[in-house]
T-cell receptor, first 114, second 112 residues
Framework: DGGITQSPKYLFRKEGQNVTLSCEQN?????MYWYRQDPGQGLRLIYY???????QKGDIAEGYSVSREKKESFPLTVTSAQKNPTAFYLC?????????????FGEGSWLTVV | QKEVEQNSGPLSVPEGAIASLNCTYSDRGSQSFFWYRQYSGKSPELIMFIYSNGDKEDGRFTAQLNKASQYVSLLIRDSQPSDSATYLCAVRGPGGYQKVTFGTGTKLQVIP
Protein backbone atom coordinates (compact mmCIF):
# COMPACT_ATOMS: atom_id res chain seq x y z
CA ASP A 1 0.00 0.00 0.00
CA GLY A 2 1.18 3.53 -0.73
CA GLY A 3 1.80 5.74 2.21
CA ILE A 4 4.14 7.34 4.70
CA THR A 5 5.79 5.25 7.37
CA GLN A 6 7.17 6.82 10.52
CA SER A 7 9.18 4.97 13.11
CA PRO A 8 9.37 4.50 15.97
CA LYS A 9 5.85 5.35 17.08
CA TYR A 10 7.01 5.98 20.66
CA LEU A 11 10.49 7.06 21.66
CA PHE A 12 12.02 8.05 24.96
CA ARG A 13 15.10 10.26 25.06
CA LYS A 14 17.44 10.87 27.91
CA GLU A 15 18.79 14.32 28.56
CA GLY A 16 21.75 15.10 26.31
CA GLN A 17 20.98 12.40 23.74
CA ASN A 18 20.42 12.82 20.04
CA VAL A 19 17.60 10.77 18.57
CA THR A 20 16.56 10.17 14.96
CA LEU A 21 13.00 9.76 13.73
CA SER A 22 12.58 7.86 10.50
CA CYS A 23 10.22 8.81 7.69
CA GLU A 24 9.83 6.82 4.48
CA GLN A 25 7.28 7.37 1.71
CA ASN A 26 6.43 5.32 -1.36
CA UNK A 27 4.10 7.86 -2.94
CA UNK A 28 6.80 9.14 -5.31
CA UNK A 29 6.37 12.61 -3.81
CA UNK A 30 9.09 15.20 -4.28
CA UNK A 31 8.26 17.34 -1.24
CA MET A 32 8.60 16.14 2.34
CA TYR A 33 7.97 17.91 5.62
CA TRP A 34 8.44 17.60 9.37
CA TYR A 35 6.00 19.18 11.77
CA ARG A 36 5.92 19.31 15.54
CA GLN A 37 2.70 19.37 17.53
CA ASP A 38 2.48 20.14 21.23
CA PRO A 39 -0.60 19.17 23.28
CA GLY A 40 -3.55 21.33 22.32
CA GLN A 41 -1.51 23.19 19.74
CA GLY A 42 -1.37 23.37 15.98
CA LEU A 43 1.37 22.06 13.71
CA ARG A 44 4.62 23.97 13.51
CA LEU A 45 6.95 23.45 10.57
CA ILE A 46 10.46 22.26 11.44
CA TYR A 47 12.01 21.55 8.02
CA TYR A 48 10.85 20.89 4.50
CA UNK A 49 12.47 19.59 1.35
CA UNK A 50 11.45 19.89 -2.27
CA UNK A 51 14.23 17.85 -3.83
CA UNK A 52 16.95 15.38 -2.93
CA UNK A 53 19.96 16.96 -1.21
CA UNK A 54 18.11 20.21 -0.56
CA UNK A 55 16.00 21.35 2.38
CA GLN A 56 14.84 24.56 4.02
CA LYS A 57 14.34 25.57 7.62
CA GLY A 58 10.82 26.03 8.80
CA ASP A 59 9.65 28.14 11.71
CA ILE A 60 11.24 26.14 14.54
CA ALA A 61 14.38 24.51 13.08
CA GLU A 62 16.70 25.23 16.02
CA GLY A 63 17.82 22.03 17.72
CA TYR A 64 16.83 19.83 14.78
CA SER A 65 18.61 18.53 11.70
CA VAL A 66 17.50 16.65 8.60
CA SER A 67 18.93 14.99 5.52
CA ARG A 68 17.43 14.12 2.17
CA GLU A 69 19.78 11.65 0.50
CA LYS A 70 16.98 9.72 -1.16
CA LYS A 71 13.65 10.84 -2.54
CA GLU A 72 11.83 8.35 -0.33
CA SER A 73 13.47 9.21 2.96
CA PHE A 74 13.59 12.32 5.17
CA PRO A 75 14.91 11.48 8.66
CA LEU A 76 14.75 14.02 11.46
CA THR A 77 17.36 14.19 14.19
CA VAL A 78 16.40 15.83 17.46
CA THR A 79 19.67 17.03 18.95
CA SER A 80 20.59 17.73 22.55
CA ALA A 81 20.36 21.43 21.66
CA GLN A 82 16.59 21.09 21.52
CA LYS A 83 15.72 21.88 25.14
CA ASN A 84 12.07 20.91 25.12
CA PRO A 85 11.67 18.10 22.60
CA THR A 86 8.69 16.28 24.16
CA ALA A 87 6.02 16.45 21.45
CA PHE A 88 4.18 14.63 18.67
CA TYR A 89 6.20 14.66 15.44
CA LEU A 90 4.52 14.36 12.08
CA CYS A 91 6.17 13.62 8.77
CA UNK A 92 4.32 14.52 5.59
CA UNK A 93 4.79 14.55 1.83
CA UNK A 94 3.20 16.02 -1.25
CA UNK A 95 3.68 16.19 -5.00
CA UNK A 96 5.17 19.37 -6.46
CA UNK A 97 3.49 21.82 -8.76
CA UNK A 98 -0.19 22.65 -9.09
CA UNK A 99 -2.43 24.26 -6.56
CA UNK A 100 -4.20 21.17 -5.32
CA UNK A 101 -1.29 19.04 -4.26
CA UNK A 102 -2.28 17.72 -0.91
CA UNK A 103 -0.04 17.05 2.05
CA UNK A 104 -0.38 13.53 3.34
CA PHE A 105 0.71 12.59 6.84
CA GLY A 106 2.32 9.62 8.47
CA GLU A 107 0.90 8.28 11.73
CA GLY A 108 3.29 10.31 13.83
CA SER A 109 5.96 9.66 16.43
CA TRP A 110 5.65 10.50 20.11
CA LEU A 111 8.90 11.65 21.67
CA THR A 112 9.25 11.96 25.43
CA VAL A 113 12.25 13.15 27.39
CA VAL A 114 12.92 11.14 30.54
CA GLN B 1 0.16 38.68 13.16
CA LYS B 2 0.05 34.91 12.76
CA GLU B 3 0.24 33.57 9.23
CA VAL B 4 -2.87 31.43 9.69
CA GLU B 5 -5.42 32.15 12.40
CA GLN B 6 -8.25 30.08 13.74
CA ASN B 7 -10.48 30.39 16.77
CA SER B 8 -9.41 27.61 19.13
CA GLY B 9 -12.96 26.94 20.33
CA PRO B 10 -14.43 24.71 21.49
CA LEU B 11 -17.29 25.21 19.10
CA SER B 12 -20.32 23.29 20.32
CA VAL B 13 -23.21 22.46 18.00
CA PRO B 14 -26.17 20.12 18.41
CA GLU B 15 -26.35 16.97 16.31
CA GLY B 16 -27.89 17.70 12.92
CA ALA B 17 -26.94 21.39 12.94
CA ILE B 18 -24.51 23.21 10.65
CA ALA B 19 -21.03 23.79 12.06
CA SER B 20 -19.13 26.78 10.67
CA LEU B 21 -15.35 26.92 11.03
CA ASN B 22 -13.34 29.96 10.04
CA CYS B 23 -9.74 30.71 9.11
CA THR B 24 -7.90 33.87 8.09
CA TYR B 25 -4.45 34.11 6.53
CA SER B 26 -1.94 36.92 6.19
CA ASP B 27 -0.12 36.28 2.89
CA ARG B 28 -2.23 37.67 0.08
CA GLY B 29 -0.26 35.61 -2.43
CA SER B 30 -1.21 32.28 -0.87
CA GLN B 31 -2.19 29.74 -3.46
CA SER B 32 -4.21 26.95 -1.96
CA PHE B 33 -6.07 26.15 1.20
CA PHE B 34 -6.73 22.89 2.96
CA TRP B 35 -8.97 21.65 5.74
CA TYR B 36 -7.86 18.71 7.85
CA ARG B 37 -9.60 16.85 10.63
CA GLN B 38 -7.57 15.55 13.55
CA TYR B 39 -8.81 13.21 16.23
CA SER B 40 -7.02 13.27 19.56
CA GLY B 41 -3.68 11.46 19.38
CA LYS B 42 -3.96 10.83 15.64
CA SER B 43 -2.45 12.42 12.56
CA PRO B 44 -4.45 14.90 10.48
CA GLU B 45 -6.57 13.61 7.62
CA LEU B 46 -7.57 15.71 4.64
CA ILE B 47 -11.20 16.79 4.31
CA MET B 48 -10.88 18.98 1.23
CA PHE B 49 -8.89 21.72 -0.47
CA ILE B 50 -9.87 24.85 -2.36
CA TYR B 51 -7.91 27.33 -4.50
CA SER B 52 -10.52 29.35 -6.40
CA ASN B 53 -12.80 31.99 -4.93
CA GLY B 54 -16.25 30.72 -4.11
CA ASP B 55 -17.66 27.50 -2.73
CA LYS B 56 -16.60 23.90 -3.14
CA GLU B 57 -18.84 21.12 -1.92
CA ASP B 58 -18.02 17.53 -1.05
CA GLY B 59 -20.78 15.58 0.61
CA ARG B 60 -21.67 17.22 3.91
CA PHE B 61 -18.68 19.57 3.68
CA THR B 62 -18.46 22.92 1.93
CA ALA B 63 -15.30 25.01 1.76
CA GLN B 64 -15.62 28.72 1.03
CA LEU B 65 -12.77 30.96 -0.11
CA ASN B 66 -12.65 34.74 -0.29
CA LYS B 67 -9.19 35.85 -1.36
CA ALA B 68 -10.03 39.56 -1.19
CA SER B 69 -10.85 39.18 2.49
CA GLN B 70 -8.15 36.51 3.02
CA TYR B 71 -10.71 34.24 4.56
CA VAL B 72 -11.52 30.56 4.17
CA SER B 73 -14.24 28.64 5.94
CA LEU B 74 -15.57 25.12 6.29
CA LEU B 75 -19.24 24.30 6.75
CA ILE B 76 -20.31 20.90 8.02
CA ARG B 77 -23.96 20.13 7.41
CA ASP B 78 -25.95 17.62 9.43
CA SER B 79 -23.21 17.47 12.05
CA GLN B 80 -22.67 14.07 13.68
CA PRO B 81 -21.02 13.17 16.99
CA SER B 82 -18.29 11.48 14.93
CA ASP B 83 -17.43 14.92 13.52
CA SER B 84 -16.18 15.92 16.98
CA ALA B 85 -12.49 16.61 16.41
CA THR B 86 -10.05 19.43 15.88
CA TYR B 87 -10.19 21.04 12.45
CA LEU B 88 -6.97 22.45 11.05
CA CYS B 89 -6.75 25.06 8.32
CA ALA B 90 -3.59 24.94 6.18
CA VAL B 91 -2.28 27.41 3.62
CA ARG B 92 0.26 26.83 0.87
CA GLY B 93 2.55 29.75 0.12
CA PRO B 94 2.88 31.63 -3.15
CA GLY B 95 5.19 31.05 -6.08
CA GLY B 96 7.28 27.94 -6.30
CA TYR B 97 7.61 27.47 -2.59
CA GLN B 98 6.01 24.43 -1.07
CA LYS B 99 5.87 25.73 2.49
CA VAL B 100 2.54 24.86 4.05
CA THR B 101 1.53 26.60 7.26
CA PHE B 102 -1.13 25.35 9.64
CA GLY B 103 -3.41 27.19 12.00
CA THR B 104 -3.73 26.09 15.61
CA GLY B 105 -7.06 24.40 14.92
CA THR B 106 -10.64 24.72 16.09
CA LYS B 107 -12.04 22.06 18.39
CA LEU B 108 -15.56 21.04 17.40
CA GLN B 109 -17.93 19.29 19.75
CA VAL B 110 -21.15 17.86 18.35
CA ILE B 111 -23.65 17.30 21.14
CA PRO B 112 -26.00 14.29 20.66
Amino acid sequence: DGGITQSPKYLFRKEGQNVTLSCEQNLNHDAMYWYRQDPGQGLRLIYYSQIVNDFQKGDIAEGYSVSREKKESFPLTVTSAQKNPTAFYLCASSALGGTGNTIYFGEGSWLTVV
Amino acid sequence: QKEVEQNSGPLSVPEGAIASLNCTYSDRGSQSFFWYRQYSGKSPELIMFIYSNGDKEDGRFTAQLNKASQYVSLLIRDSQPSDSATYLCAVRGPGGYQKVTFGTGTKLQVIP
